[in-house]
């Protein structure tokens, strides 16, 4: 579904991206993880081109996103992302987060988006919240409603990049069920995430970044299981990251 | 000499007829200036923040050239260089015979225009680059994004500096003495040449000046606080 061929990326002469490929199918859950800087949310990012390439191609859902004639903001509507930071309208509440983008980008009327978001928004189990303002909810059920946002667009593949990252511990949990809901109902995922143990349960692929490079790519279940198959950079990792 | 002020010539009918259309004219300026120049302004700070050096270019001049120029001098050239033919143009006779009150309107709209420019600026700046991500994830174009996702925020972030530049331009208008359109100064002037009042005429405009004006900026002061409780 979406095929990352061969790309690079560079800010000024400095490169973060260097000869990236990987393919996700249909149904995958794909954990990018690595230490910070090597690159994975600029990876992610790459993938509906909120960050252009330099060199290379994706291909979503057989579009390539540097073709010039890609309806960029189409392809992109169909792409779901969660962010770090939330990232939800603060000057809009929760309902119309969720009904904006339905309107003005699916054309969908305003009944049935409204219908779409809260369906959604109940599945975040957030239901109570619709008439309030991003800033009165706390961290983690802002996060749970940006999760709702993308989905109310029926994506066909979602990307979350480090989306508990800036949540107090007690609320990761909450996030994360969420994730897990939605990959076992088969939907297509991408997250770069410092949660291993999401990882390890949830994930069927693993790849693992250092310096702006692909360094692992293989079924989490390797991963995690036969460390003693792992690159020196990798095992060294998850030396220090499963040692709690 | 004494200060012997008089003003009984300031009586309900001479305030209807020589006072209030200035205020209303003063009044009338700021309010059309302002949405034009915040308008025009948002546009010019638009391009000064897109990718295209050229257009960056067009807006960075526009603003640095109209912010260096004495506003009179800018009223004057406004006036003497726009030919009557288009007063007539947008507004028949009525246009041609407030030649100076059009020029006025015109002049303030684009001079106002490079200082909200900057204004909006710094709002748009102020937020964030995770919006603009948000945005465009979701599938919005550019110029959706701007207009539902950035612009409403920006603007909500800059009320209160805007509605303060708003005020100078308020008492700024006053300037438009130089090319004898009739606004509140004006009207104040006119009596005290009619009625041989002159110096007894600057009070009050001053007083009148100072109410608005200061009455203003606390309506400001009040909103400031709202809006950072919101936030």
Not at chain 1, 62 to 81: E, F, N, Y
Request: hydrophobic letters at 45%; aromatic letters at 10%.
């Amino acid at each position: 579904m979406i095929d990352i061929k061969n790309i690079s990326k560079w800010y000024g002469t400095f490169q973060v991206l260097t000869d990236c490929t990987t393919t996700i199918n249909k149904g995958d859950v794909v954990v990018v993880c690595g230490p910070s800087g090597s690159g994975k949310s600029t990876l992610i990012k790459t993938v509906n081109a909120l960050e252009p390439i330099q060199k290379g191609d994706i291909i979503v859902d057989g579009t390539s996103i540097s073709d010039k004639k890609t309806d960029l903001p189409k392809l992109r509507s169909r792409v779901g992302m969660v962010f770090q930071h939330f990232e939800l309208f603060p000057h809009l509440s929760i309902t119309d987060n969720l009904t904006l983008a339905q309107i003005k980008v699916l054309g969908r009327t305003k009944d049935e988006s409204i219908k779409r978001g809260m369906k959604m928004l109940d599945r975040v189990g957030l239901s109570a919240h619709k008439d309030k303002f991003p800033g009165q909810l706390s961290g983690g059920q802002q996060q749970r409603v940006a999760i709702a946002r993308a989905l109310s667009m029926d994506p066909i593949v979602m990307l979350f990049d480090e989306p508990t990252s800036a949540l107090d511990p007690e609320m990761v949990g909450e996030v994360l069920d969420v994730m897990v809901a939605l990959a076992h109902e088969g939907m297509t995922m991408m997250c770069v995430t410092h949660e291993m143990g999401f990882a390890k349960r949830v994930s069927n692929k693993v790849i693992f970044m250092d310096a702006g490079k692909i360094v692992e790519d293989c079924a989490s279940a390797d991963f995690f299981g036969k460390p003693e198959e792992r690159s020196p950079r990798a095992k060294d990792f998850l030396s220090k990251i499963l040692q709690h | 000499m004494a200060l012997d002020l008089d003003y009984s010539v300031l009586t309900p009918e001479v305030i209807k007829t020589n006072i209030l259309p200035g205020l209303y004219y003063s009044l009338e300026l700021t309010f059309v200036a302002m949405l034009g120049g915040v308008i025009l302004g948002t546009l010019i700070a638009l391009m000064r923040l897109s990718s295209k050096p050229w257009l960056q270019r067009i807006a960075a001049t526009y603003v640095d050239t109209l912010r260096s120029i004495p506003l009179l001098m800018v009223i004057l050239w406004f006036y003497l260089l726009i030919p009557s033919g288009f007063y007539s143009m947008i507004a028949g006779s009525f246009g041609e015979n407030h030649r100076p009150e059009f020029a006025a309107v015109i002049t303030f709209t684009f001079f106002e225009a490079a200082y909200y420019s900057e204004i909006m600026r710094a709002g748009i700046q102020s937020v964030s680059r995770g919006q603009v991500y948000a945005g465009y994830a979701v599938g919005m174009t550019y110029s959706q994004c701007m207009r539902l996702i950035v612009l409403p925020q920006a603007f909500r972030n800059m009320l209160p500096v805007l509605l303060t530049q708003t005020i100078v331009l308020f008492q700024d208008t006053s300037l438009v003495y130089a090319i004898g359109a009739y606004d509140f100064l004006h009207g104040f002037q006119t009596v005290g040449q009619v009625y041989n009042r002159p110096n007894e005429m600057v009070l009050p405009a001053a007083a009148c000046y100072f109410v608005l004006s200061f009455s203003l900026s606390m309506l400001v002061r009040r909103l400031q606080k709202k809006i950072q409780i919101i936030r």
